[in-house]
């Protein structure tokens, strides 16, 4: 594995963790797209740091369960502001 893609999987990884973020986030800070960041999280980190990878897992899970929620109150807000018209 190249040593910038190691580096961007760790740094990847960190950012995860202290922000809480998703991969969508996640992808638009560091300017790739969302499945460079999934496969490095999943397959890469696990390589480099298998500390790191378990626990940006288990904020990835979080953020999985969390999902249909934070989808649901999108869905209100956009009903909501169409039915003001």
């Given at each position: 594995?190249?040593?910038?893609?190691?580096?961007r999987?760790?740094?990847?990884?960190?950012?995860?963790?202290?922000?809480?973020?998703?991969?969508?986030?996640?992808?638009?800070?560091?300017?790739?797209?969302?499945?460079?960041?999934?496969?490095?999280?999943?397959?890469?980190?696990?390589?480099i740091?298998?500390?790191?990878?378990?626990?940006?897992?288990?904020?990835?899970?979080?953020?999985?369960?969390?999902?249909?929620?934070?989808?649901?109150?999108?869905?209100?807000?956009?009903?909501?502001?169409?039915?003001?018209?």
């Amino acid at each position: 594995m190249q040593e910038h893609i190691k580096k961007r999987a760790l740094e990847i990884g960190a950012y995860i963790i202290e922000s809480s973020s998703t991969v969508r986030q996640t992808a638009e800070i560091f300017g790739v797209s969302k499945s460079t960041v999934h496969k490095d999280v999943t397959e890469r980190l696990p390589q480099i740091n298998e500390n790191l990878s378990s626990k940006v897992k288990t904020v990835l899970d979080s953020n999985k369960a969390e999902r249909h929620i934070r989808g649901g109150e999108a869905t209100r807000r956009k009903y909501k502001e169409s039915n003001v018209v």
